[in-house]
């Protein structure tokens, strides 16, 4: 269908790809997968590669949803902090926790693994609103050397310069073992991949339901059913179409991006060319594209009707932070939804042969490919790391099918007044 949240850089700079043809009687397979994002495409290639007969259904095109226009930017680790997460569940369970979401960058292995070209570089700086997030943002860097061995550099406020020409900041993390990536190319390389294991992509099919037959689980579609022995509902914001009980588990959040027209000066705005995320709970997220464009996210709504000039909706929250730039030509501006669970930790686990993982709560770009191997490594029969992320907590959103949406937005916009007033 027609998008008008997609005039995205990433869409006008994507490789060239197709799904292969397919014998479209043949509709069985070992493992079925609803959605061509990270999630689906990487568990889709992890299942092949373990020899099980893969299909894979995207009711667009691969890349479509927030795999393939959001910020691109890579950020170890969950929304929660290291510590956080051993004060909830403990040290056994922060550890395991650690080396999956901090240690074990599956994104760089894969793009090594298969060769992808999706411009990726190293580097990710947090930046501090205020100083009192600077303070935690110390403490943490301390926590994670100490207790992790993980290093990162703490940046004072008079050093941020190294990082970004902007007078806002108090200081930062600098994390070396972040980056940033062209998702949609990165989409669309895991996609080339799982075709060259053997995953037989099909594009432009709508999923409506999960069955259950004697013969197993199935994917109903628009236009057959797919047969299988496992499911994995890997749909994130529109996993309500497919599972509505699993819909109430999330709420979606519009986030809005613009990139700008290749800029003279890029590398003196951001001279060590990471991807750079501040503090606030409605954040400002931005990073250099490969052509020395200033890719911006800034801003955020809660209704899903999107402004209707994007660019003049992010532009000032760029303009604040890069007054030099206020007035740059702006070539792309998009968006897309983002699935945010209540304690924004992603809800993953299975229910008999059915697998599901949605939620990352915009940070997603490096778990969601952790998560879908994972969930290839549990349908092999290697459950242990799989449940150590299926065991993370999650509890549906209050309110019901319709007091939901506007219970959570209550509770957003609460949040979002507590950064204007500091």
């Known amino acids: 269908m027609s998008d ?59 890349g479509f949803g927030a795999s393939g226009r959001n910020g691109g930017q ?33 994104v760089k292995a894969r793009i090594e693994k298969h060769g992808i070209d999706c411009d990726l570089k190293a580097g990710h700086l947090e930046a501090a609103w205020t100083p009192k997030d600077f303070g935690a943002m110390r403490r943490d860097a301390d926590y994670l ?62 999923a409506h339901r999960i069955t259950d037959t004697p013969a197993g689980p199935g994917v109903m579609t628009d236009r057959a059913h797919v047969g299988a022995r496992y499911v994995i509902d890997a749909t994130d914001s529109w996993i309500g179409e497919v599972e509505p009980d699993l819909g109430r588990y999330t709420v979606p959040i519009m986030n809005y991006n613009i990139a700008t027209a290749p800029l003279a000066n890029a590398d003196g705005l951001l001279p060590t060319d990471a991807a750079v995320a501040d503090s606030r709970f409605v954040l400002n997220y931005f990073r250099l594209s490969a052509d020395k464009r200033l890719i911006f996210g800034g801003g955020e709504r809660y209704s899903q009707t999107p402004p209707r000039d994007i660019t003049a909706f992010v532009r000032p929250f760029m303009a604040e932070v890069f007054p030099e730039i206020a007035d740059a030509t702006i070539d792309y501006g998009w968006g897309g939804a983002v699935a945010v669970t209540m304690n924004r930790l992603p809800h993953i686990g299975r229910r008999g042969n059915v697998f599901f993982a949605h939620g990352f709560s915009g940070h997603g770009a490096l778990v969601t490919t952790t998560a879908g191997e994972l969930i290839a490594e549990a349908l092999a029969g290697t459950a242990e790391r799989f449940d150590i992320l299926a065991s993370l907590p999650s509890k549906p959103f209050p309110g019901g099918r319709w007091l939901r949406r506007p219970l959570a937005t209550l509770g957003l916009l609460y949040y979002a007044l507590k950064d204007r007033l500091g």
């Open 4 to 62: 008008p949240l997609n005039h995205s850089y990433y869409a006008a700079t994507a490789h060239a790809w197709r799904p292969g043809a397919f014998d479209s009687e043949d509709c069985s397979c070992d493992v079925a997968v609803i959605g061509g994002g990270f999630t689906g495409l990487s568990a889709a290639l992890a299942c092949a590669e373990r020899g099980f007969s893969v299909i894979l259904i995207e009711r667009e095109h691969v």
């Open 145 to 206: 050397a100490s207790r992790f061995g993980y290093p990162t550099d703490v940046v004072g406020r008079t050093d941020m310069g190294e990082h970004i020409a902007s007078p806002l900041y108090h200081g930062g993390i600098y994390d070396p073992q972040g980056g940033h990536f062209h998702p949609l190319n990165y989409a669309i390389g895991l996609a080339q991949a799982a075709e060259a294991a053997g995953v037989r992509i099909r594009e432009n099919e709508r």
């Open 74 to 106: 890579l950020i170890p680790g969950l929304r929660w902090t290291a510590a956080e997460l051993e004060t909830e569940f403990g040290g056994e369970r922060a550890d395991a926790l650690f080396d999956l979401c901090w240690r074990d960058n599956r």
